[in-house]
């Protein structure tokens, strides 16, 4: 009997080394109903008899933080189905055939996720996750924090959390910098973040050395929330002695990683973190930073989701400052000197409230706005992407909400 086209496609190889498409379809549904997997994962989700928490959960497993792949797969079939087609595309749904990530990527994509598609290497994790009380956050939770969504396919598959998930969904401001930061830089980051937490806000930042330790800290003795936001499992503290630090983060606020427990902070995840930072945060504050500094990346990536970005300016000779004064010079970021310009960042007043109206065109204009400074409705229209006529068309709303005036030189925020 001639074997069916797909059969045989199924059996093809990818590669000399690679297992064939059929092995990879054992090994999904081996994984999915391993019973070791199952009871371990069991621990964390009572809920896992709904396929796609199940399948959520090892997508979560599969991937590295901000895999673009699994992400476009994921959005446009759903979590079960995407793991279907991802080790079988030529079964894949015929209706998503023109939203599908490219066949060639997918193969790429197949071999870096087909390793880890077996229960051994994350028995343990699991274990680690149920032991310490590990929540695992899914998107189609209630408390998932929907701001995650602007990242679009790069957002999240799954988040860990020690914690309060509440503080995620606040408003809250990243306070980010250099490791190696100066006395200089630590004092403007415990001012900022004391304040700023007094008013009500949770201060996001990365749990390095520096500037986040001490925007952390600084939070924590104002009495109020904080959330770290970590590039390896939330059962290790990294950097190690930040342990303790760690664990006040959790009593009031929540301590985050995108990976599950064991897994080991590297570069590439830290660079990945920072893409979290600026997207759980309305606004981001680079309080010191080098030329080189990670801290640009964090606010690269609040530039491109459209959030506010603020830079505090040091010394000219400081070699500290420079990724600051660069981000003032070419980037538009707004200069702060108090948690007063941040809160015009935010375009909120001090107990974090705001006029303007949830409507997402209108918010984009408000951040264009400045107290200060007057800007016309052509510079306005290529700050925040939108046309000059729908610019002077929102303008009149603002004007009539009290969130913005119109002067001789242009128009300019109100200070709320």
Not at 48 to 69: F, Y
Not at 236 to 251: D, I, K, M, W
Not at 341 to 366: Q, Y
Request: hydrophobic fraction near 40%.
């Amino acid at each position: 009997m001639r074997p069916r086209d797909d059969d045989r496609a199924g059996d093809r190889p990818e590669d000399g080394r690679a297992p064939v498409a059929g092995q990879f379809r054992r090994r999904v549904r081996d994984l999915r109903e391993d019973p070791r997997f199952l009871r371990e994962a069991g621990r964390i989700r009572g809920d896992l008899d709904d396929p796609a928490v199940r399948d959520g959960l090892i997508w979560s497993l599969l991937c590295e933080p901000g895999d673009g792949i699994a992400g476009a797969l994921i959005d446009a079939l759903g979590p079960t189905a995407a793991l279907d087609a991802a080790f079988d595309d030529v079964r894949a749904p015929a209706a998503a055939d023109t939203e599908r990530p490219a066949a060639a990527a997918l193969r790429d994509a197949r071999r870096r996720w087909g390793p880890r598609l077996a229960p051994e290497p994350h028995l343990g994790g699991l274990r680690t996750s149920a032991r310490i009380g590990a929540r695992l956050l899914l998107p189609t939770d209630p408390d998932w924090p929907a701001s995650l969504g602007d990242l679009g396919a790069h957002a999240p598959r799954a988040l860990w959390l020690r914690g309060d998930p509440a503080a995620l969904h606040a408003p809250g401001v990243a306070i980010v910098g250099a490791r190696a930061s100066s006395s200089y830089g630590e004092h403007v980051a415990g001012e900022l973040a004391g304040e700023l937490a007094t008013d009500g806000l949770v201060v996001v930042s990365g749990g390095a050395y520096g500037i986040d330790g001490t925007a952390h800290r600084a939070a924590l003795r104002a009495g109020g929330r904080t959330v770290a936001l970590l590039a390896g499992g939330v059962d290790r503290p990294y950097p190690s002695g930040h342990a303790q630090l760690f664990e006040r983060v959790v009593a009031s606020g929540a301590l985050v990683s995108e990976l599950p427990c064991l897994s080991a902070p590297t570069k590439w995840r830290f660079l990945a973190r920072n893409r979290l930072i600026s997207a759980l945060a309305r606004a981001t504050v680079v309080v010191e930073a080098g030329s080189r500094s990670g801290s640009l990346n964090t606010a690269a990536h609040a530039a491109e989701l459209g959030r506010p970005l603020g830079a505090v300016p040091g010394p000219i000779t400081s070699t500290m400052s420079a990724g600051c004064h660069r981000l003032l010079r070419d980037y538009a970021a707004q200069c702060v000197t108090s948690a007063a310009d941040v809160r015009e960042l935010l375009g909120a007043a001090r107990t974090g409230s705001s006029r303007v109206p949830e409507e997402p065109d209108l918010i984009r204009l408000a951040d264009a706005l400045n107290v200060r400074r007057a800007r016309d409705p052509l510079e306005l229209a290529r700050r925040c992407g939108l046309s000059e006529d729908r610019v002077v068309a929102l303008l009149g709303v603002l004007e009539l909400d009290g969130s913005a005036m119109r002067t001789e030189r242009g128009w300019r925020a109100v200070r709320l």
